[in-house]
T-cell receptor, first 109, second 112 residues
Framework: GIQVEQSPPDLILQEGANSTLRCNFS?????LQWFHQNPWGQLINLFY?????KQNGRLSATTVATERYSLLYISSSQTTDSGVYFC???????????WGAGTKLIIKP | DAGVTQSPTHLIKTRGQHVTLRCSPI?????VSWYQQVLGQGPQFIFQ???????GRGNFPDRFSARQFPNYSSELNVNALLLGDSALYLC???????????FGNGTRLTVT
């Protein structure tokens, strides 16, 4: 089956720093989504981005489907950005999402 | 509008028992999916329903079953609980298939 790899696994930054999170996938996909899971376990959809670039405030994402990777950019980090960032892909027509292991981000004040 | 709501929020069961978890999707959303998340890992797909029909099933034993009702709410049932079923069970809804997923806060199941 398709493999989804996220890097780095852990990231510790000072408030105000910028970061780039990467998601590689091993086969073509129908769509790709980025999620943020906060320390209380709540999963928030950040981007639905099968290809191209999208921006939402301090966050932006780019997916290059032909090269099988996606990047999530976080600028001017805030402590509330802490948590785990997941990339999830839909590989075929059975509508299930395959998830990466996540990047754990800690923003220090 | 209310988000995806799940009940109960926490549950403690004994091995061999049965459990029913409930989910109400965002108003207007017709697709509901269930995921299991073990601590330290990404969610694992269990089921997806669209317009009351099962559209996808993950690699889970037959002890796991689900259904979607005419109002698009959904239930996940797990029979003969095992210790390994202890996890956070997440429900997600989307407007249609292949559209952004929106998750509820989950049900934390502990099997003793």
């Amino acid at each position: 089956g398709i493999q989804v790899e996220q890097s780095p696994p852990d990231l510790i930054l000072q408030e105000g720093a910028n970061s780039t999170l990467r998601c590689n996938f091993s086969d073509s996909v129908n769509n790709l989504q980025w999620f943020h899971q906060n320390p209380w376990g709540q999963l928030i959809n950040l981007f639905y981005i099968p290809s191209g670039t999208k921006q939402n405030g301090r966050l932006s994402a780019t997916t290059v489907a032909t090269e099988r990777y996606s990047l999530l950019y976080i600028s001017s980090s805030q402590t509330t950005d802490s948590g785990v960032y997941f990339c999830a892909v839909e590989p075929g027509s059975n509508y299930q999402l395959i998830w990466g292991a996540g990047t754990k981000l800690i923003i220090k004040p | 509008d209310a988000g995806v709501t799940q009940s109960p929020t926490h549950l403690i069961k004994t091995r061999g028992q049965h459990v029913t978890l409930r989910c109400s999707p965002i108003s207007g959303h017709k697709s509901v999916s269930w995921y299991q998340q073990v601590l330290g890992q990404g969610p694992q797909f269990i089921f997806q329903y669209y317009e009351k029909e099962e559209r996808g099933r993950g690699n889970f034993p037959d002890r796991f079953s689900a259904r979607q009702f005419p109002n698009y709410s959904s239930e996940l049932n797990v029979n003969a609980l095992l210790l390994g079923d202890s996890a956070l069970y997440l429900c997600a809804s989307s407007l249609v298939e292949q559209s952004p997923l929106h998750f509820g806060n989950g049900t934390r199941l502990t099997v003793t």
